[in-house]
């Protein structure tokens, strides 16, 4: 029997009652990606997966798509509405695919053998005052691996800070909450919770702007070292952006060894769009990832 990554990755995920249960929350979105993910302190897409205070000013439509190893793939379908001049709504779906697990042909009742992975996300971000974004977010997130479904409901909240022009502070506590059940297997599985604190700050270089940002993410439920994230963007011309960045992670599955991984792309502004693109290479799995995004005003 052949069996591809994505069982690996499956099996370390459910692998034990005090193993960690590791839904993709990281943005999808190719201006975050081209940025090293280092976005908790800029406004960006309605999908505000970072931080739910930078859904203010953000994209009011997102449509994000992704594919990475081993037929790995997945999308982000998000919208947000200023119901009023300080207060914004948003509307998240995200849904992951491993792609054809089982390449072998095991016989009848077995071609239910498929794992995905999805999450609804409600959020709400306010302006409390013209320099303070603050914002809330739940998360209801399912996973059904092989017919066994394990889920969670979580909140994050977050805010973001202009401490001058051009410049940005950004906090948020991620994926606060209980624990993760599966009712199959009467098993829990603890939900990491982040904390992610990061700055942007804008300048200007042969007459256009240059945007740099960094940001580092800690896991206070369970000893981890931290994440580092940071990215740059300029804009040569006024409808486009080049971005880059780097991240350097730490590896949950091997004590003390750390992951670095590349990443670039740009933005095409079009009227009231912005095609996106972007590409990360390297990472725990040594291969590239595909990352493409249309955002609309």
Request: hydrophobic share 45%; aromatic share 8%; no cysteine.
């Amino acid at each position: 029997m052949v069996i591809s990554l994505g069982v690996i990755l499956i099996l370390q995920t459910v692998q034990g009652p005090l193993s960690e249960f590791r839904f993709p929350t990281e943005p999808i979105a190719p201006a975050v990606v081209a940025l090293g993910n280092a976005g908790v302190a800029r406004p960006s897409d309605a999908e505000a997966a970072l931080n739910p205070a930078s859904l203010v000013g953000a994209h009011r439509l997102s449509l994000h798509r992704y594919d990475g190893f081993a037929g790995y793939n997945g999308f982000v379908l998000a919208g947000g509405i200023h119901l009023s001049k300080p207060l914004s709504v948003g509307l998240a779906f995200r849904h992951f695919d491993y792609g054809q697990l089982i390449e072998d042909d095991l016989g009848p009742g077995t071609q239910d053998l498929d794992a995905s992975e999805q999450a609804f996300t409600l959020t709400s971000a306010a302006s409390l005052a013209r320099r303070v974004r603050v914002g809330a977010a739940v998360t209801y997130l399912s996973a059904d691996y092989f017919g066994s479904v394990t889920s969670a409901t979580v909140l994050s909240v977050g805010g973001i800070v202009s401490y001058a022009r051009g410049g940005q502070l950004g906090v948020a506590f991620r994926s606060l909450g209980s624990d993760a059940t599966n009712a199959d297997a009467a098993t829990r599985y603890p939900v990491p919770t982040r904390i992610r604190v990061g700055a942007i700050q804008e300048f200007t270089v042969a007459r256009r702007p240059l945007t740099l940002a960094f940001d580092t993410e800690i896991r206070p439920k369970r000893r981890a070292d931290p994440s580092f994230h940071s990215g740059a963007e300029w804009k040569p011309l006024p409808p486009l952006a080049v971005r880059a960045g780097y991240e350097n992670l730490a590896n949950s599955d091997v004590a003390g060894e750390r992951i670095g991984r590349w990443s670039a792309g740009f933005g095409v502004q079009i009227g009231p769009a912005m095609l996106g693109l972007a590409a990360r290479f390297g990472g725990r799995e040594g291969s590239d990832e595909l990352f493409v995004g249309l955002d609309a005003f």
